[in-house]
């Protein structure tokens, strides 16, 4: 299990920008692969963005070019732009692959049209 705390969701219109912040370790990030998942009511979670730990990236086909995945101190961002209501969702971090028993609360993000 690992301690990762989400943050920075909130309501938002169509076209806008969030940066989602998951507060973690550096002992994590050093040795894990890190990912953004998103769960939208009534459907599965799913992997939007991931960055392993030479800082490769790769992302769902559709937040590419709109979302960008970045590790800092104890940290793992998700800088969010030109945001669509389909975006709406509940958004967590943890390692790629997840480790089961270390989801959080996640953040909710709600796109408004």
């Known amino acids: 299990q690992v301690q990762l705390e989400e943050s920075g969701g909130g309501l938002v219109q169509v076209g806008g920008s969030l940066r989602l912040s998951c507060a973690t370790s550096?002992?994590?990030?050093?040795?894990?692969?890190m990912g953004w998942y998103r769960q939208a009511p009534g459907k599965e979670r799913e992997a939007v963005a991931l960055i392993d730990v030479e800082n490769r990236t790769s992302y769902h086909d559709s937040v590419k070019g709109r979302f960008i995945i970045t590790t800092g101190l104890n940290s793992v961002a998700l800088q969010m732009v030109k945001l669509k209501p389909e975006d709406t969702a509940v958004y967590y971090c943890n390692t790629w692959p997840a480790m089961d028993d270390s989801w959080g609360p996640g953040t909710q993000v709600t796109v408004s049209s």
């Open positions: 550096e002992s994590i990030l050093r040795f894990n692969n």
